[in-house]
């Protein structure tokens, strides 16, 4: 990769209202977080939507469609919408919305895993809304359900049928070898897209080892047939995005992942801290790819191929 491909997880399904009043929550917030995103440099913006009601995640197509439209409207960013969701969703709620926008990417979680948050509700005493501390209490006991014939009738039904490409998110190694296994069975085209995350409980840990490991790894199983972009939970944001540049890589950053923009310090906007890696990165003597360029490298069908 000659560019840094940056993606911003705008929203997403893990934080709650009470942690950051920057946190998107309306079809409007949402809109205007992703499009200053895009314009302070992200290439891909990658999109959950939420009860405006009271922030809880939602599957709704009918929410993402009142800020899908706007979103491709004003910027020309890559959009990326989640089959992930949130806590407690089935997979029928989590293709729904994917299923009526048939966008370029969607996020395709590479295998079942504990997912825990509990260890969030400690930090906070006085909540906004009552859904929000037994949401991240009752992930004790949750186990995010990603099973080979999940990802199957995600393929068929998102890939075969609405050529959407896919960004393949593995939190441990054993997710590579489970994209390994798919891949044997014909279900994705080479090159795949590949988004490392570390820092979630149940997945591997947020150690600069092992980024090295899974990199490692993924060579091993896919040679020269794959991209990858790494994302880090909370602390670990900026580090690892910059380690993973270095290592001929790519990003991801948005309030999805982290909420803070410095030590102690909550960022304002997902802007912000696109426009904090996009700032390291350049200095680094990296240059940073647009939309098109994202396209490009990624084969994705185009904008106007989608059905928002």
Same mark, same amino acid.
């Given at each position: 990769?000659?560019?840094?491909?940056?993606? #911003? &997880?705008?929203?997403?399904?893990?934080?709650?209202?009470?942690?950051? /009043?920057?946190?998107?929550?309306?079809?409007?917030? *949402?809109?205007?977080? +992703?499009?200053?995103?895009?314009?302070?440099?992200?290439?891909?913006?990658?999109?959950?939507?939420?009860?405006?009601?009271?922030?809880?995640?939602?599957?709704?197509? =009918?929410?993402?469609?009142?800020?899908?439209?706007? *979103?491709?409207?004003?910027?020309?960013?890559?959009?990326?919408?989640? !089959?992930?969701?949130?806590?407690?969703?089935?997979?029928?709620?989590?293709? =729904?919305?994917?299923?009526? =926008?048939?966008?370029?990417? #969607?996020?395709?979680?590479?295998?079942?895993?504990?997912?825990?948050?509990?260890?969030? &509700?400690? @930090?906070?005493?006085?909540?906004?809304?009552?859904?929000?501390?037994?949401?991240?209490?009752?992930? $004790?006991?949750?186990?995010? @359900?990603?099973?080979?014939?999940?990802?199957?009738? *995600?393929?068929?039904?998102?890939?075969?049928?609405?050529?959407? $490409?896919?960004?393949?998110? #593995?939190?441990?190694?054993?997710?590579?070898?489970?994209?390994?296994? #798919?891949? /044997?069975?014909?279900?994705?085209?080479?090159?795949?897209?590949?988004?490392?995350?570390?820092?979630?409980?149940?997945?591997?840990?947020?150690?600069?080892?092992?980024?090295?490991?899974?990199?490692? !790894?993924?060579?091993?199983?896919?040679?020269?047939?794959?991209?990858?972009?790494v994302l880090a939970a909370g602390r670990h944001q900026m580090p690892f995005a910059t380690q993973a540049a270095m290592l001929g890589g790519n990003v991801r950053v948005g309030l999805e992942d982290s909420l803070f923009i410095g030590r102690g310090k909550?960022?304002?906007?997902? &802007?912000?801290?696109? +426009?904090?890696?996009?700032?390291?990165?350049?200095?680094?003597?990296?240059?940073? &790819? !647009?939309?098109?360029?994202?396209?490009?490298?990624?084969?994705? $069908?185009?904008?106007?191929?989608?059905?928002?």
């Amino acid at each position: 990769m000659s560019k840094v491909i940056i993606t #911003c &997880a705008v929203t997403g399904g893990i934080h709650t209202p009470t942690m950051s /009043d920057a946190l998107p929550i309306t079809p409007n917030e *949402i809109a205007e977080q +992703a499009i200053a995103a895009a314009d302070a440099g992200a290439a891909i913006l990658h999109l959950h939507a939420r009860d405006p009601k009271d922030g809880r995640p939602t599957p709704d197509p =009918a929410v993402f469609m009142e800020f899908l439209p706007r *979103i491709k409207q004003a910027t020309d960013a890559v959009i990326n919408i989640t !089959t992930g969701g949130g806590l407690n969703m089935t997979v029928e709620d989590r293709l =729904a919305a994917p299923l009526i =926008a048939a966008p370029e990417m #969607c996020s395709l979680n590479m295998g079942s895993m504990n997912f825990a948050l509990h260890p969030l &509700a400690k @930090r906070y005493s006085n909540w906004k809304h009552d859904w929000e501390e037994p949401y991240l209490t009752g992930t $004790k006991d949750f186990i995010f @359900r990603n099973t080979f014939g999940d990802i199957e009738r *995600i393929y068929k039904m998102l890939g075969e049928e609405h050529g959407t $490409k896919f960004e393949h998110e #593995c939190y441990d190694v054993g997710h590579l070898y489970n994209l390994a296994h #798919c891949l /044997d069975q014909g279900w994705f085209k080479p090159p795949v897209f590949l988004q490392f995350i570390f820092g979630i409980l149940g997945g591997i840990g947020p150690d600069m080892d092992n980024l090295m490991f899974m990199k490692r !790894t993924a060579d091993k199983l896919f040679g020269k047939d794959y991209y990858f972009s790494v994302l880090a939970a909370g602390r670990h944001q900026m580090p690892f995005a910059t380690q993973a540049a270095m290592l001929g890589g790519n990003v991801r950053v948005g309030l999805e992942d982290s909420l803070f923009i410095g030590r102690g310090k909550l960022a304002s906007s997902n &802007a912000e801290q696109v +426009a904090k890696i996009r700032r390291i990165l350049e200095e680094l003597g990296h240059e940073i &790819a !647009t939309p098109d360029e994202a396209r490009t490298t990624l084969g994705l $069908k185009g904008a106007d191929k989608v059905s928002f």
